[in-house]
């Protein structure tokens, strides 16, 4: 069975840092795209970022570029989320997602989901 685990939320004043991780098991880590959602309330859910299952490519959205850090070790089966000068915005629950294909990961129907992580960032 697959179980995907993300952990590392919390609350944190706006100009400060979290890092999320997300722990697998029951596939094969190293065969899979990762990726970090985001879902704020009221919103639709958005990628955050994503990472190969070689380490490259990368990719971030538009609004986290320069702040958040996404890396993966396929010796641990664990992706993180380093997150830094968060701002109110970044509000939301933060899910990692994993799938066998790139597109199928970006596209946001990964067929893999954790039940994700409260980040909270007060002004």
């Known amino acids: 069975q697959v179980q995907v685990v993300e952990s590392g939320g919390g609350l944190v004043q706006a100009g400060g840092s979290l890092r999320l991780s997300c722990t697998v098991s029951?596939?094969?880590?190293?065969?899979?795209?990762m990726g970090w959602f985001r879902q704020a309330p009221g919103k639709e859910r958005e990628g955050v970022s994503y990472?190969?299952?070689?380490?490259?490519?990368?990719e971030y959205t538009e609004s986290v570029k320069g702040r958040f850090t996404i890396s993966r070790d396929n010796g641990k089966n664990t992706l993180w989320l380093q997150m830094n000068s968060l701002k109110p915005e970044d509000t939301a629950m933060y899910y990692c997602?994993?799938?066998?294909?790139?597109?199928?990961?970006?596209?946001?129907?990964?067929?893999?989901w954790g039940q994700g992580t409260q980040v909270t960032v007060s002004s």
């Open positions: 997602a994993a799938d066998t294909t790139w597109a199928t990961l970006v596209a946001g129907r990964a067929g893999y």
């Open positions: 029951g596939l094969t880590f190293d065969d899979h795209e």
């Open positions: 990472i190969s299952w070689t380490g490259y490519p990368i």
